[in-house]
């Protein structure tokens, strides 16, 4: 099992940015494809962005296409979300999992394992 914490969430107003971390426990990081999901109240989570366990190939949900990037860092665990121009329809608790199933299935909720707590971001008008 992987603990996975998430930071970096706040208060921003639209068109600004923010880049989310999420830093990862275990020494078998490199092995587990990465995803990022948000909830927004009311709704149900959704899919944001996934990056395969080498970083080459990443995946993005066609709302955040162009906007956010995903990366990571295999030698210090951890994976990052850059959002940029945030609009207030990306206000949402932001959280990352960890995936070993097949990169065909990176966007489905389904093929995660280990979720964060999530944090939160929230972007005003």
């Known amino acids: 099992q992987v603990e996975l914490v998430e930071s970096g969430g706040g208060l921003v107003q639209a068109g600004d940015s923010l880049r989310l971390s999420c830093a990862a426990s275990g020494r078998t990081f490199s092995s587990y494809a990465m995803g990022w999901f948000r909830q927004a109240p009311g709704k149900e989570r959704e899919f944001v962005a996934a990056?395969?366990?080498?970083?080459?190939?990443?995946y993005y949900a066609d709302s955040v296409k162009g906007r956010f990037t995903i990366s990571r860092d295999n030698a210090v665990n951890t994976v990052y979300l850059q959002m940029n121009s945030l609009q207030p329809e990306d206000t949402a608790v932001y959280s990352c999992?960890?995936?070993?199933?097949?990169?065909?299935?990176?966007?489905?909720?389904?093929?995660?394992?280990?979720w964060g707590q999530g944090t939160q971001v929230t972007v005003s008008s």
């Open positions: 999992a960890t995936s070993t199933h097949s990169p065909s299935g990176l966007r489905s909720l389904r093929s995660y394992d280990s």
């Open positions: 990056i395969r366990r080498r970083g080459g190939i990443t």
